[in-house]
C-alpha cells in the first residue's frame, strides 16, 4: 500500500520542474506592507486596546472625590513607589482631562500614555479632577481614569499627587521603560562594566 502510494506520487510529480531563482517566491517583508495596511492594523490594535477601558459606568469601581489613590503593581520597589507618592520624581508633561466626556477622555488618557511611554517619560502628571459635581456618579472622569490606568500594561504605579499638583484631582504615573530606554541602559551598563 506504501509503495502504492509512493508510486502514485512520483507519477504525479514527474513533470514538475523547480522554479528559477526569479521565479521563487519570496515572504513578503514589512516594506511591501502598504501604508494603508499599517493604518488599518493599528486602528484594529486602537479599538482592541480601547475595549479594555471600558466605559460602562456599572463596570467602574466609583471612588470619592477627596479619595487618595494609591496603586503599585507587583516588582515596583517599596522605595520607589515611596519616591512616587511623596512626588519626588521629576515629570516633563501632564495631561488634562476637566473639559472631556468619558470618551474623549478614555482616548486622550490612552494616546497620552502611548506617546509618553515611546518618548522614554517614566512619570507623568495626569489631572482628572474632583468631580464633585459629575453625573450619574460624583467623581466620574477621577473613577474611570483610575480603572483606565489599572489597565494599561505600560502603567506600573500611580499615586494622588501633592497639593501644588493637584492633590486628589491629579495622579503622579509611574511608566515602565520604553524598549528604547532598556536597550540604551544595557549600553550604558556595558560601558561601565569594563567590558570592551
Known sequence: ??????????????????????????????????????ARKKAAQLSEALLLLTTDINLINPVEPEEVISVCRDGVQTPVFKHLS???????????LHALN????????????????EKGERCVLVIHGKGFK????????????????????KVLAFHSAKREHGGTGALYVMLSKSENKRIESREQNHKGSGFR
Not at 2 to 17: I, R
Open 1 to 38: 500500500m506504501v509503495n502504492d502510494d509512493v508510486s502514485s506520487f512520483l507519477d504525479e510529480m514527474a513533470g514538475v520542474k523547480p522554479l528559477s531563482g526569479s521565479e521563487q517566491i519570496r515572504p513578503i517583508c514589512n516594506s511591501d506592507i502598504s501604508a494603508s495596511q499599517l
Open 102 to 117: 468619558m470618551r474623549q477622555a478614555r482616548e486622550a488618557l490612552y494616546h497620552y500614555i502611548e506617546d509618553r511611554y
Open 86 to 96: 511623596a512626588g519626588k520624581y521629576t515629570f516633563l508633561s501632564e495631561l488634562d
Open 134 to 153: 459629575s453625573k450619574p456618579i460624583n467623581a466620574l472622569i477621577k473613577s474611570c481614569v483610575v480603572n483606565w490606568l489599572a489597565h494599561l500594561d
